[in-house]
C-alpha cells in the first residue's frame, strides 16, 4: 500500500525537535522526501539520519527562518534535491520572555515576531511559487491554542500567534483557486522541549497543567503531528483556510 505522500516532497521548519520532528518522521513514513529545516545542526540531522536510517528520504538544512535569504535557500534546496515542492509545515517558533504590554522591550518584541510570524511569511513568499510551478500544494502554519485562551504575560507570544492565523487566511483565500491549500495548527498543552521551557516561565506545574486538561493529561508531538498529516494529505482536499485546534478539550 502507498503512503498518503508517495513520490511528494516537504519540507519542515522547525524540525529538530517536538512537534516538527514528529511530523517529519510522519511525512516520511507516509513515503515523502523530507527537507528538515532548523538552527539546531545536530539535532536537526539526527532526524534526518534516523528518518533515513528507517528507509526514509530525508535531508537536514540549517536555517534561520527570520531572515528571507534562509528562507529563499531553504526552498531552492529542496527543488535542487528532490524536484519539487508539495507540502510546507512551517512550525518554527519561541515562547519569548514572559512579559505584559508595558514591559515587553522593542527586542524582545523584534525577536519573537520575527521567529514566530515574520518567518511563516517568508516561508510562503518562497514556497508557494515553487509549489505553483508543479501544479499546487498543501501548507499548515503553526499557530497556538493560545489564541482562544488568553494568557496573561504572553504579549509578544500572543500577538505573533494571532499573525499567523491572519497570514494562513489570507494566503488561504488568495491562492485557493490555484491549488493551494493553507490552514493553521493550534496545538494546545503539548509536551515538548518548548513547552517544558514555557512551563518553567509560568510558575505552573506539570501536576497543575495536566489536571486543568478535561483529558487529564497534555497531548504528544506525535497526536499534533497527525493533525497535520491529515490536513496536508489528499484526505483534506476540500480544506482550506482553517485553524485546527488540537487541544485534548481544553477550549470546550
Not at 504572553?154 to 494571532?162: D, E, F, L, N, P
Request: net charge negative; charged share 20%; glycine share 12%.
Amino acid at each position: 500500500m502507498q503512503g498518503l505522500f508517495e513520490n511528494q516532497v516537504a519540507i519542515v521548519t522547525g524540525g529538530a525537535s517536538g512537534i516538527g520532528r514528529a511530523t517529519a518522521i510522519r511525512f516520511a513514513e507516509e513515503g515523502a522526501k523530507v527537507l528538515v529545516a532548523d538552527i539546531d545542526q545536530n539535532k536537526g540531522t539526527e532526524v534526518a539520519q534516523s528518518i533515513s536510517a528507517a528507509g526514509g528520504t530525508a535531508s537536514f538544512l540549517r536555517v534561520d527562518v527570520a531572515l528571507a535569504d534562509d528562507n529563499r535557500a531553504m526552498v531552492d534546496a529542496v527543488l535542487e534535491r528532490y524536484g519539487g515542492l508539495d507540502i510546507a509545515f512551517n512550525n518554527a517558533g519561541v515562547t519569548g520572555r514572559f512579559t505584559n504590554v508595558v514591559d515587553c522591550t522593542e527586542e524582545e518584541w523584534n525577536s519573537v515576531m520575527d521567529i514566530n510570524a515574520k518567518s511563516v511569511w517568508l516561508a510562503m513568499k518562497y514556497e508557494i511559487p515553487a509549489m505553483l510551478r508543479g501544479g499546487g500544494g498543501s501548507i499548515v502554519n503553526t499557530s497556538s491554542a493560545a489564541t482562544h485562551q488568553t494568557q496573561k504575560g504572553m504579549a509578544t507570544y500572543m500577538a505573533s500567534k494571532h499573525a499567523v492565523l491572519g497570514l494562513s487566511k489570507v494566503a488561504a483565500a488568495d491562492f485557493a483557486a490555484r491549488n493551494i491549500r493553507v490552514s493553521a495548527l493550534l496545538p494546545g498543552v503539548t509536551w515538548t522541549p518548548m513547552m517544558e521551557r514555557g512551563m518553567a516561565g509560568t510558575g505552573i506545574s506539570f501536576e497543575e497543567w495536566t489536571q486543568a486538561m478535561p483529558m487529564g493529561r497534555m497531548g504528544s508531538a506525535e497526536e499534533q503531528a497527525e493533525a497535520v498529516v491529515w490536513l496536508c494529505s489528499r484526505r483534506a482536499s476540500y480544506v482550506t483556510g482553517v485553524s485546527l485546534l488540537v487541544d485534548g478539550g481544553a477550549g470546550i
